[in-house]
DNA sequence: CCCCTAATTGGCGCTCTGCCAACTTTGCTA
DNA sequence: TAGCAAAGTTGGCAGAGCGCCAATTAGGGG
């Protein structure tokens, strides 16, 4: 008559337990570096043993990646939308507003992406940011109208992934920092990148080993 | 007759050996990231046992955190000199040389410091990134000859360290991707500030919320 | 209803870190 | 020159975290 003693742990589909299990750990790196985080402590916030972390993703250092990974699925600059023949100021006004927008849905997630600096490189790391960084620079090339973005020369895309810096920064100072309102961040991001390409971009253009023929 | 047989180890001024160890953890720390360099690879280096470290540094944090603010003594940002009345183009075109001329020589040091991204905020070594560049800016805010520094409304405050955030995107696209040469880096830089300054700056100072009295 | 599959657990062995008591070197003094 | 005291240095112990694997158990198919 006793029937089954009531099970000690719930048995759950394969991609479900993995995803409840990165949710975890996403919000812990988020919060707190690396080794600060331990994996007892992810195990024990998803309520599972620490065993079955490594049955899913391999090592912490995987577990850790793979966080990186799902949180760098966000855009990480402004990324205008495709943009059938319209002008310049019209396109990028549009990506700014939609790019300012999506960081105050994900402010937290966001700066803990691009905030966390530290000594010492994690070349795996860093190629996965640096990935997300060139997607969006192609999209801002697509933007100019000039260039196919795997066609455009080096300086040029150079030069937008130094606006990619400059829009992450000021970025950093509407949201965390709030020296400026949403709208100064807006105009600075736009007469930012117009300015840089009327004017920046042609006067690096002129410089001795700008017109490499192919590089 | 046998002398003194040999010491088994030199014992060194505490500042030297300190000095010393600091050095060999700089190296280390700067090739990889924080976990994946242990305290007894550090002692290892420097030929003295592991307790010694904890015995000048503490715990292998505070001898990291040590290392981050030796190697952050160097600037972060383009830097002029003073400039006592002479017209902006001309210090900006000096501070950009200066700091052209800093990367070159300290290539793997500046890019390890500024390079290393990851996920998870860890607020000492933010703050002291933070305020190498926070420093940086009020060079940059000086050379404008319009504000002390320390009176500049938060705007332009928050505009400069944008632009700082240009100036680390383009130095590392010269200094690693070489998607840049010397000359296009120094006039991406330079033309870029006085850009910003001149047609930015303006634009986000016209925006609501630019002119509140006192913040 | 039983059994088989695979999800899940628990614990062993290793490395790393923090700490501290003991030892060695070196300069100073009688 | 021998001895002494202060400071630099060592070596090892205890605790914690990580990687791994064999045993256990939930849950569905035959």
Redo the contacts with the bound molecule.
Sequence with gaps: MAT???????????DE?RQQILACARRLFSERNY?S?????I?REA??????L???F????DLYLEVVRAVMRMPSNPVPLQSPGRGVELVITEGVDRWLEMLERNRGTWLAAIGARGLGRDPEVEEILEDAREQAADRLIEALQTYEASQAPPHLRATVRAYGGLAEAASVEWLERGRLTREQAHVLLVEGFLSIVRDVLPAVEQTTGANEPSA
């Design positions: 089954s003693p009531a099970p000690r742990w719930q048995r759950l589909d394969h337990r080794s985080v331990s994996t007892s402590e195990a309520g599972v043993a620490r065993g079955l490594h049955h899913y391999g090592t912490k250092r």
